[in-house]
């Protein structure tokens, strides 16, 4: 029981954790997004330099782990580009926006081709040009399927925000580390915080399902 004790007294910097990692979630969501856009216009581009180039880095990114990716980007690579690398917030941010925009490229790929051909046709019939006829017809309709989807990669970048504590940012898992750290009482925190990743998972997805059954009507 002292172990609970002691995260509830801890409770305060234990949701100071969780906040961030809902705010470094909606970062890298909304970077992750527009990356996942431009992949997947590139993907069905026809040009064959971009398409080559969307397969590489889906490929890479979807065949290496999160973790790997964190390690290389913030003990590797940013420190060859930079005196001194980046503040670990944006690396972590960076990290998890081109892992899910590697994903999102493939929902953005899938949903822009389930428009039907017919209204890119009607679109160009009265005078719309390329680019008007997919800002203003296919993308609104392609978003609109693609939520669901967008959802559930939050969800699941939402989790992946734990894999940043091997970096020292502070979002929920490393809270707990710190905590834990100085009194040992490792069951009692890890317990705590699978519970609150839990509940915000849990929640998001009940949102998400909500959001595609109204979608779906």
Do not use: C
């Not at 690398?85 to 929902?107: D, F, H, I, R």
């Not at 790929?109 to 160009?124: F, L, M, N, V």
């Amino acid at each position: 029981m002292r172990g609970f004790e002691l995260v509830w007294g801890d409770m305060p910097f234990l949701l100071d954790g969780a906040l961030h990692t809902i705010e470094i979630a909606f970062i890298a969501l909304f970077f992750a997004t527009i990356l996942g856009l431009i992949f997947g216009v590139f993907a069905i581009s026809g040009n064959r330099v971009l398409t080559n180039i969307t397969r590489v880095y889906v490929s890479i990114i979807r065949g290496t782990p999160l973790y790997v990716q964190v390690i290389f980007l913030y003990f590797a690579i940013f420190p060859l580009l930079f005196k001194g690398g980046l503040p670990a917030m944006v690396v972590g941010s960076l990290a998890l926006s081109v892992n899910g925009g590697a994903y999102l490229s493939e929902v953005f790929k899938a949903g822009i081709q389930s428009i039907d051909k017919g209204q890119e046709e009607a679109s160009r019939a009265i005078g719309f040009t390329n680019a008007q006829t997919f800002r203003l017809v296919i993308l609104p309709q392609a978003v609109k399927r693609m939520i669901p989807a967008f959802l559930n990669q939050f969800s699941t970048t939402l989790k992946d925000t734990s894999l940043l504590a091997v970096i020292s940012i502070v979002e929920l898992m490393y809270s707990a580390q710190i905590k834990y750290s100085n009194n040992f009482e490792i069951f009692a925190y890890l317990f705590v915080i699978s519970l609150m990743y839990w509940v915000m998972v849990t929640t998001m997805n009940m949102f998400a399902e909500t959001v595609e059954r109204r979608i779906l009507k």
